[in-house]
């Protein structure tokens, strides 16, 4: 099965400034790595995603990077904002053809006004 | 948009009671999940589900938690008798189903057990 491992879990920034979340995982057959935000009391929501066929994944401020050699995958997000704050997670299939996730841990970011 | 609701948004019960919780998926979305979120960590799968039939149930403490979804649509989530380290946030979500298809989170239910 999988396993995620997601750092750091606290990331303060400056607004303005970029954030990066990283995130290895353990099962080189999975092939789909989601990021979800979640705000203070509210759902997960999908930000963005990233098959395991391309490297790099853009959607206006938010980025995720895919290295498939070294199973890691990254969130970045450019320009920050104070909106931004929130937890964020990683995620990977439990297994392949499962459809289903095993969640990082979370980083909790913080974008300082 | 279309979301999954759940109900109820937050619920207190005292240990060794009965506690149950609902979630109605995105419509048209044959899989669904209940996940739990214990504060500060990220989701864990307690069941999934395609269509009324459990796909994957290895992480449901099976002597207190039950879960069901007769007709493939709604679904229950049921723990009898709650313990203090029930406590945490169930999630419900729901997909369309395939490989690598997006899970649609609802707002939660927050348990707490006294």
């Known amino acids: 099965g999988e396993n995620v491992e997601q750092h750091p879990s606290t990331l303060s920034v400056q607004e303005g400034d970029s954030a990066v979340i990283k995130c290895t995982y353990s099962d080189s057959a999975s092939n789909y790595f989601p990021w979800y935000k979640q705000e203070l009391g509210k759902r997960p929501q999908l930000i963005i995603d990233i098959r395991s066929n391309v490297g790099e994944k853009k959607d206006q401020r938010i980025a995720v990077t895919l290295n498939k050699t070294a199973k890691h995958f990254s969130l970045h997000i450019t320009e920050t904002q104070p909106e931004d704050s929130a937890v964020y997670f990683c995620a990977a299939p439990t297994q392949t053809g499962a459809n289903n996730l095993f969640f990082g841990t979370g980083t909790r970011l913080t974008v300082i006004p | 948009e279309a979301e999954v609701a759940q109900s109820p948004r937050y619920k207190i019960t005292e240990k060794s009671q009965a506690v149950a919780f609902w979630c109605d998926p995105i419509?048209?979305?044959?899989?669904l999940y209940w996940y739990r979120q214990i504060l500060g960590q990220g989701p864990e799968l307690l069941v999934q589900?395609?269509?009324?039939?459990?796909?994957?149930d290895s992480q449901l403490p099976k002597d207190r938690f039950s879960a069901e979804r007769l007709k493939g649509v709604d679904s229950t989530l049921k723990i009898q008798p709650a313990e203090l380290g029930d406590s945490a946030m169930y999630l419900c979500?729901?997909?369309?189903?395939?490989?690598?298809?997006?899970?649609?989170f609802g707002n939660g239910t927050r348990l707490t057990v006294t």
């Open positions: 419509s048209g979305h044959a899989t």
């Open positions: 979500a729901s997909s369309l189903g395939g490989n690598n298809s997006p899970l649609h």
């Open positions: 589900f395609q269509d009324e039939s459990v796909v994957d």
